[in-house]
């Protein structure tokens, strides 16, 4: 996938994201279907520290001077919510209670510096030819990483759309 169309996606999912959390009160915010799970609220503080550790990642591997040729990962399985995946410790929500505008913020905040740091680029070009290990695929492209994010993001929308369903 390209640059652009990546950003575009990353932008749309985001904005589905918003409108996700358009309407909820501080209560359904702050549900847990059961007690073992996340709510909304911590869905959304995971995807902010993800956001946040991604562009240290995509530094990280950008620090290479050297082109590298690695295997096209298969990122669309974040998708599939039928598999499983563990959060590293580092991406894992606080018991922390958050009002609905303090998580916009944070959203806002998160992706303006992600943003940021992709305007920086001076040729996205190497993107495609770098790569940093990822906790669920390995080795891994940076555009892979960034397509990642958008994906990820969308996991974590149906994810949010499932608790929704158990308020009605």
Not at 2 to 23: A, G, M, S, V
Not at 62 to 87: F, G, H, Q, T, Y
Request: hydrophobic fraction near 35%.
């Amino acid at each position: 996938m390209e640059f652009q169309d990546i950003n575009q996606k990353l932008k749309e999912t985001r904005e589905e994201l918003l409108t996700t959390l358009n309407d909820l009160s501080r209560d359904q915010l702050n549900a847990r279907r059961k007690p073992d799970s996340w709510s909304i609220g911590q869905v959304c503080q995971h995807l902010i520290k993800t956001e946040e550790l991604y562009v240290l990642a995509i530094k990280r591997g950008l620090r290479s001077n050297e082109d590298s040729i690695i295997e096209s990962k298969p990122v669309e399985l974040l998708l599939d919510r039928s598999r499983k995946l563990e959060a590293p410790d580092i991406v894992k929500p606080t018991e922390e209670i958050l009002e609905r505008e303090e998580i916009i913020e944070q959203l806002h905040i998160s992706r303006v510096k992600f943003n940021e740091f992709l305007n920086t680029l001076e040729d996205p070009s190497v993107l495609s030819r770098r790569y940093f290990k990822h906790p669920a695929f390995q080795e891994m492209l940076l555009i892979e990483w960034l397509e990642s994010l958008y994906l990820h993001e969308q996991r974590h929308i149906a994810q949010m759309n499932e608790i929704k369903d158990g308020f009605k």
